[in-house]
């Protein structure tokens, strides 16, 4: 009973036309070329090496595509067990038609010039939205990114702050926010009135939300003018030799801006928290990052206080984070629990992750997934994955153990991966 009452469920579940509220999708080139924008995906590549191949062969310079996958693929045999490996069969088999559960020495050439192939085609986007059921996706946008060229109703823009938080030290980020703004930054006020600006453009273009990826060290409070002003003073003269404190002072007071401008324009506030960068420096790009135990939410306790009016929508990169996520969900009304990200986007942590949300949350305060892509054909494999793991919860412990009907069950999936999207970010229908 349990396995067909959870095919019916998927099967509902994935009739669904979604909207992916994270992604780092290039609205201007938004899907794939050849297999090696997929198998360069950061999962592949740093499975790969950890399983023994050299860096130098991934990344040598000059090489070409197809010899990239090539070389990818005669090193994907120790990787086949992983749900990384299923995706790229997944998407291979329901998006590029490929006839077979495994790609290896024997077959990729072939497969690689059909999909080059299919990829060509100008309809190639489209036709990946249509398959994967997505009518639009959150894009992932630099602070000074102008938002032109493309549709933000289909690409809809997020403000990504990293750099001005914990990059002022860099003067590249203080000329990009002049070129960005027209303000010349100087003191609170200047700033303010920048940031302002930023927030202004990115609203006037379709902006739903603002986001950030938070180290585990990262414990924001209010900062003072007083001590704003002579912090940045000292970081805008001495950059990156500019005193700790000072650093750490200016980017409260950032952080704290941003928060105030995210109650002020009705903007959820994302946060990301827990990596750690350049763990590991000898890996390739995109797979040096950790996350760290350590952190806890207590650390927001303060910001999560003075902004009641503000929604934020958290990620946290571990399971072994997930229980304390709940908790603040279940308490703070202005908190949500926000997909499975990075290292906990595997089923076994989101099956556990998925079921104890469901079980102490109030079910409007949920995002069920997002894909967390860089290329489009990722959608489809990765929401299937959480689609089968949310119906296999939904079936056991709610159908089965808690006596509800398919129909209700249904109801809270299909709440999960669309209805919350659209309230909490306030997009679709």
């Known amino acids: 009973m349990s396995i067909e009452l959870?095919?019916?469920?998927?099967?509902q579940?994935?009739?669904?036309?979604?909207?992916?509220?994270?992604?780092?999708?290039?609205?201007?080139?938004?899907?794939?070329?050849t297999l090696a924008d997929i198998l360069g995906y950061h999962y592949y590549t740093e499975l790969a090496h950890s399983a023994g191949m050299p860096k130098n062969q991934i990344e040598e310079e000059g090489i070409s595509p197809k010899e990239k996958v090539g070389r990818l693929i005669e090193n994907l045999g120790p990787i086949t067990n992983t749900i990384q490996y299923s995706w790229f069969i997944e998407m291979a088999q329901k998006l590029l038609d490929f006839d077979g559960d495994t790609i290896d020495t024997n077959n990729w050439e072939s497969f690689y010039d059909s999909a080059e192939e299919k990829?060509?085609?100008?309809?190639?986007?489209?036709?990946?939205?249509?398959?994967?059921r997505l009518e639009s996706v959150f894009l992932t946008n630099d602070f000074d990114d102008p938002l032109d060229g493309f549709d933000t109703s289909k690409y809809i823009p997020c403000l990504r702050t990293d750099d001005l938080v914990f990059h002022l030290t860099n003067g590249r980020t203080k000329v990009r926010l002049f070129e960005a703004t027209n303000v010349e930054i100087s003191d609170v006020?200047?700033?303010?009135?920048?940031?302002?600006k930023l927030f202004d453009h990115f609203v006037s273009r379709n902006a739903k939300a603002c986001a950030i990826s938070l180290p585990p060290s990262f414990a924001p409070v209010?900062?003072?003018?007083?001590?704003?002003?002579?912090?940045?003073?000292?970081?805008?003269?001495?950059?990156t030799d500019a005193d700790e404190d000072d650093q750490r002072a200016v980017s409260n007071f950032i952080f704290w801006t941003l928060a105030e401008n995210c109650r002020d324009q009705k903007l959820p506030f994302d946060l990301m928290i827990g990596v750690n960068r350049k763990v590991f420096?000898?890996?390739?790009?995109?797979?040096?990052?950790?996350?760290?135990?350590r952190v806890s939410l207590i650390q927001y306790q303060e910001l999560l206080n003075a902004f009641p009016d503000v929604t934020f929508p958290i990620s946290v990169l571990a399971s072994v984070t997930n229980q304390e996520l709940v908790s603040y969900s279940w308490i703070f009304p202005n908190v949500v629990a926000n997909g499975?990200?990075?290292?906990?986007?595997?089923?076994?942590?989101?099956?556990q992750d998925c079921a104890s949300r469901l079980e102490a949350i109030p079910r409007t305060k949920q995002i069920g997934y997002y894909s967390d892509m860089y290329k489009m054909e990722f959608a489809?494999?990765?929401?299937?994955m959480y689609k089968r793991i949310l119906a296999k919860v939904l079936a056991e412990n709610f159908v089965i153990d808690r006596e509800w009907s398919e129909e209700s069950a249904i109801e809270l999936g299909t709440q999960l991966l669309r209805g919350n999207v659209e309230t909490i970010f306030n997009v679709g229908s």
Do not use: C
């Open 281 to 293: 420096p000898e890996g390739v790009y995109q797979g040096q990052d950790l996350y760290d135990s």
């Open 13 to 33: 579940l994935d009739q669904l036309v979604l909207i992916d509220p994270h992604t780092h999708i290039n609205a201007l080139d938004p899907s794939s070329h």
């Open 189 to 196: 006020s200047s700033v303010r009135l920048a940031i302002g």
């Open 340 to 351: 499975h990200w990075w290292y906990s986007n595997t089923p076994t942590f989101i099956q």
């Open 6 to 11: 959870r095919n019916r469920i998927f099967q």
């Open 119 to 132: 990829m060509s085609a100008d309809s190639w986007t489209d036709t990946v939205f249509s398959k994967s």
């Open 222 to 239: 209010k900062v003072s003018d007083a001590r704003a002003n002579t912090a940045l003073a000292n970081v805008l003269s001495q950059g």
């Open 380 to 384: 489809l494999p990765k929401f299937a």
